[in-house]
Nanobody
Framework: QVQLVESGGGSVQAGGSLTLSCAASGSIGRRLCMAWFRQGPGNEREGVAHIYRLDGKTFYAESVKGRFTISQDNDKNTVTLQMNSLKPEDTAMYYC??????????????????WGQGTQVTVSS
C-alpha cells in the first residue's frame, strides 16, 4: 500500500504560479511511477505530468509542457509540481497518483492504483 497526501493548492490570477507537493508513505519501491492528474468541472480526469522514481525521467501532457515541472526528492519521498504561467483552463482538482507499474501509459489513469484526496487549484482571469 502507498499513501499519498497533497498540499499547496489555492487561488491565483492568470499568469501566476503555484507549487503542489505530494508526500508518499508506505510501500514505496524504487520503480514507483508517480504522476499528477487533474479533473476540472464536467471533465474527465486527465494526466498532467509523470516522473519515474528510479531514474527521474519525466513526461508531460502537451497542454502543460513548458509551463509545469515535476520533480522528486527521494530522501523525503515527495513529488512536487511547479506550475507557472497558469491559465483559467488549469482550474481543477489536482490529484497525486502512484503506480507500481505504468508501462501501459505514463499518464493513463487506469495504470495508477494509489490516489491522494486532491487539492484544488483555481485560476482567475
Amino acid at each position: 500500500q502507498v499513501q499519498l497526501v497533497e498540499s499547496g493548492g489555492g487561488s491565483v490570477q492568470a499568469g501566476g504560479s503555484l507549487t503542489l507537493s505530494c508526500a508518499a508513505s508506505g510501500s514505496i519501491g524504487r520503480r514507483l511511477c508517480m504522476a499528477w492528474f487533474r479533473q476540472g468541472p464536467g471533465n474527465e480526469r486527465e494526466g498532467v505530468a509523470h516522473i519515474y522514481r528510479l531514474d527521474g525521467k519525466t513526461f508531460y501532457a502537451e497542454s502543460v509542457k513548458g509551463r509545469f515541472t515535476i520533480s522528486q526528492d527521494n530522501d523525503k519521498n515527495t513529488v512536487t509540481l511547479q506550475m507557472n504561467s497558469l491559465k483559467p483552463e488549469d482550474t481543477a482538482m489536482y490529484y497525486c497518483a502512484a503506480a507500481k507499474d505504468c508501462s501501459g501509459g505514463y499518464l493513463k489513469r487506469d495504470e495508477y492504483t494509489y490516489w491522494g484526496q486532491g487539492t484544488q487549484v483555481t485560476v482567475s482571469s
